[in-house]
């Protein structure tokens, strides 16, 4: 079944604004990443058009559609779950949403990884939170915590690494 161009177009332009932005995910468009949802948090106007069963009429794409996007190499049985994502991930980028500095250091902001977290206690069955982050020393902490960014996404996605050169 192909969602159809008709009740799609009249939905879409009953929300449609003089500035929207739509977005269609689609296992088919280019790969969401943190710097598409920078990009997409500068827009006024954003309206995600989800997908179901085996798509949507291919005019109504060609006509509506500013941006296909996909979540990941994968297929998911509808695009809610893509657009939630890719909402949750642009909103956050709104500026009030969260703290700049929290901003900074997180995933994909730099091309590394976040580092590590602990909380108390500072021992749980053996394992002890590590001492620097215990010491108090500012600067040695923020240097750990680069430390830690940097083996993690050595250890877990090279990739990002080979894109900061």
């Known amino acids: 079944m192909v969602l159809k161009v008709e009740p799609l177009s009249m939905a ?19 790969k969401f990443e943190q710097s598409q949802a920078r990009e997409l948090s500068h827009h006024e106007h954003l309206v995600f058009v989800a997908g179901r069963y085996e798509g949507i009429d291919q005019r109504f794409i060609d006509r509506h559609v500013d941006l296909e996007l996909c979540v990941g190499d994968y ?4 695009g809610e779950l893509a657009a939630m994502v890719m909402i949750d991930a642009t909103a956050r980028l709104l500026k009030g949403f969260l703290s700049e500095e929290s901003l900074s250091v997180e995933s994909f902001e730099d091309g590394l990884l976040e580092y590590p977290h602990y909380t108390r206690p500072e021992e749980y069955d053996g394992d002890v939170v590590p001492a620097v982050l215990r010491s108090g020393h500012k600067q040695q902490i ?8 940097v083996e993690k996404t050595a250890a877990v996605r090279p990739d990002l690494l080979a894109r900061r050169i």
């Open 75 to 78: 297929v998911l049985s509808s």
């Open 12 to 30: 879409l332009q009953s929300v449609m604004g003089g500035s929207s932005t739509v977005v269609l995910p689609t296992p088919s468009g280019s």
């Open 142 to 149: 923020q240097d750990w915590r680069e430390m830690k960014r």
